[in-house]
T-cell receptor, first 114, second 114 residues
Framework: AQSVTQLDSQVPVFEEAPVELRCNYS??????LFWYVQYPNQGLQLLLK??????LVKGINGFEAEFNKSQTSFHLRKPSVHISDTAEYFC????????????FGSGTQLTVLP | ETGVTQSPTHLIKTRGQQVTLRCSSQ?????VSWYQQALGQGPQFIFQ???????GRGNFPPRFSGLQFPNYSSELNVNALELDDSALYLC?????????????FGSGTRLTVV
């Protein structure tokens, strides 16, 4: 079984500052990794995913993440945040074998301050 | 293309009652997955349906059941409601069973059990 730990439950940051949201996972088999964003009263939207290949993954809205197998991490970064980036961010993992279900972390609330 | 539509958006039920939640898949999608998101938590996988058959199940008791119809819409039924069933229920559709192909999430149904 796999698990995901999002190390920060809340991250406040000023507008135009860089941000990193941390995610560590645990699994005995190879995995796919994902970052989703959830705006208030909405469903989840995929930001980016790592399936294979290059460990640096670029997503929508200027976000990127780096897969580090030795550290079992998949941290999300953005060089300059906007007020509109305020949302809940979820890291998720799935085993490559079955790949039928996502296991999510408990989320990080990113609040961008003016 | 239409997205994933869930109904109702909000629902209040009494402990012990039964509830049915509905999900219309995105056009062209034949796979539906259901997730439960308790307040302050990440979503948890309930089950997946592919071509009207259950195709994987998470750690939820049998009182959580589902259906998928020939048009690929889906229902989630919960019997004997408990207070802990209060949560946001998310439906996600996809064109294949694997999470690597990408899910489209609906906005969810907020269920409150009193």
């Amino acid at each position: 079984a796999q698990s995901v730990t999002q190390l920060d439950s809340q991250v406040p940051v000023f507008e135009e500052a860089p941000v990193e949201l941390r995610c560590n996972y645990s699994s005995s088999v190879s995995v796919y990794l994902f970052w989703y964003v959830q705006y208030p009263n909405q469903g989840l939207q995929l930001l980016l995913k790592y399936l294979s290949g290059s460990t640096l993954v670029k997503g929508i809205n200027g976000f990127e993440a780096e897969f580090n197998k030795s550290q079992t991490s998949f941290h999300l970064r953005k060089p300059s945040v906007h007020i509109s980036d305020t949302a809940e961010y979820f890291c998720a993992v799935s085993e490559t074998g079955s790949a039928r279900q996502l296991t999510f972390g408990s989320g990080t609330q990113l609040t961008v301050l003016p | 293309e239409t997205g994933v539509t869930q109904s109702p958006t909000h629902l209040i039920k009494t402990r012990g009652q039964q509830v049915t939640l509905r999900c219309s898949s995105q056009s062209g999608h034949n796979t539906v997955s259901w997730y439960q998101q308790a307040l302050g938590q990440g979503p948890q996988f309930i089950f997946q349906y592919y071509r009207e058959e259950e195709n994987g199940r998470g750690n939820f008791p049998p009182r959580f059941s589902g259906l998928q119809f020939p048009n690929y819409s889906s229902e989630l039924n919960v019997n004997a409601l408990e207070l802990d069933d209060s949560a946001l229920y998310l439906c996600a559709s996809s064109s294949k069973t694997g999470v690597d192909y990408g899910y489209t999430f609906g906005s969810g149904t907020r269920l409150t059990v009193v």
